[in-house]
């Protein structure tokens, strides 16, 4: 099973493939992809939307995981903003027939470190020692896409 996790944001979207196999779990690939944060918010979507294609048809995941919105009373424009992101996110998987499921970031980080609100760190250290990685993934937009998708194999 290929699961394809992303964090969404409008300029920064994390992305990682994990591969598990008899619940063991192997990242194949892990990245961002970037918008021009000067560029009018309808450019940017659809440089996220031609970065998903891109992924998709060259990793070719059989579920994409993605983290449900989150908004915070005190910035809700940021929640509407990735909103827009997210949306083209999900047309992407729609687009190509692939399963989506969706996780609050709590359930995520709860997965991953037992503890619902995990910091970043945190979350990139436990990452680093489940996978066994040299690094700590960097940055927290990687470890934010590998935990979603780790936490969606989990659930299988």
């Known amino acids: 099973m290929r699961i394809l996790g992303i964090d969404p944001g409008l300029q920064v979207c994390g992305y990682a493939v994990v591969e598990n196999q008899n619940g063991t779990d192997r990242l194949i690939e892990a990245g961002t992809f970037r918008t021009d944060a000067n560029a009018a918010i309808e450019y940017r979507l659809m440089q996220i939307s031609a970065d998903m294609q891109s992924i998709i048809e060259r990793l070719r995941p059989d579920v994409v995981a993605v983290e449900q919105l989150y908004s915070h009373y005190a910035h809700p424009r940021t929640a509407i903003l990735m909103g827009h992101a997210r949306g083209v996110i999900l047309y992407a998987a729609a687009n190509y027939k692939i399963k989506v499921k969706s ?18 760190l945190q979350m990139q250290r436990a990452i680093q020692s489940i996978l066994g990685l040299a690094k700590l993934p960097h940055p927290a937009d990687v470890a934010d896409a590998i935990a979603v998708a780790i936490c969606c194999a989990n659930s299988r």
């Open 103 to 120: 996780f609050a970031a709590t359930r995520v980080k709860k997965c991953i470190t037992g503890n619902g609100r995990a910091g970043k």
